[in-house]
């Protein structure tokens, strides 16, 4: 028998101020764009922003369905949104952001398990890490330099 050890390290930024300017305006768009999200059987609002190589910002926000497993989560609807009006561009840095309509979500909110697998095929895709800035409504706000230290066993089109 062995054991594997699996060492994860993020960054912590106090507050917004801390940031790159880029990625502060990255964020603020992501906090907009949440505030703009249909979530009316969890009222959890999460809003995702992507900034490509060529410049261009993508937006997404988490959109429900009566029928549960309809819904898409934000960083998925930014993500695939982005592959359709920008297949050739990179992303070179994603912005999350979450907040309930019932309590203060003050701790940094990573995606789901559905978003790291679409985060890591773009990563496999574009072969270049995605910078993963995330947080809740107030407090710190984590860096992940890439998606594999969420999700350190992906899965990707090597296994198929």
Sequence with gaps: MKNISINTQLTVFESLSELPQNIQQLMQQAVTI????YAPYSNFRVGAALLLDNGQIVLGSNQENAAYPSGLCAERVAIFHAG??????????MAITAASD????????????????SIAEYEFKQEQSIPIYFMGEIGNIYLSDSLKNLLPFTFDKNFL
């Excluded at 949440?34 to 999200?37: D, F, L, S, T």
């Excluded at 359709?84 to 840095?93: F, G």
């Design 34 to 37: 949440r505030k703009k999200a």
């Design 84 to 93: 359709a009006v920008a297949p050739e561009a990179k992303i070179v840095a």
């Design 102 to 117: 019932t309590n203060q979500t003050q701790s940094p909110i990573p995606p789901c398990g559905a978003c790291r697998q």
